[in-house]
């Protein structure tokens, strides 16, 4: 089992920044490939960011790309989100999911992460 806790949301205005943090406990954190996901009032939960569990291959969506950096400190056990640019479009609840990885590999699916956590939200003002 592994408890996942996110931290850093916030009120922040169009073109400002923030950064994510994910805090993980209970198992061997260097063991898991890790994502962030997002999800809009009305609509599903999307796909944002992912990272492998050594943290040497990373995957964005599209609309994010050049704006989000993922990264992970794997002594400290956390992973981060940082977004710069934010666009009211970006206003969303976002989750930090993690899954037993066995290679190096990262995962964009939402079905396929074994471990939630309960969210921080991002609001973006015109």
């Known amino acids: 089992q592994v408890q996942l806790v996110e931290a850093g949301g916030g009120l922040v205005q169009a073109g400002g920044s923030l950064r994510l943090s994910c805090a993980a406990s209970g198992r061997t954190f260097s063991n898991y490939a890790m994502g962030w996901f997002r999800q809009a009032p009305g609509k599903e939960r999307e796909f944002v960011a992912a990272i492998s569990r050594r943290g040497s291959r990373t995957n964005y969506t599209d609309t994010v790309k050049g704006r989000f950096t993922i990264s992970r400190d794997n002594a400290k056990n956390t992973v981060y989100l940082q977004m710069n640019s934010l666009k009211p479009e970006d206003t969303a609840g976002y989750y930090c999911?993690?899954?037993?990885?066995?290679?190096?590999?990262?995962?964009?699916?939402?079905?396929?992460?074994?471990?939630w956590g309960t969210g921080t939200l991002v609001t973006v003002s015109s």
């Open positions: 999911a993690a899954r037993v990885a066995f290679s190096d590999s990262y995962y964009t699916d939402s079905g396929s992460m074994a471990y």
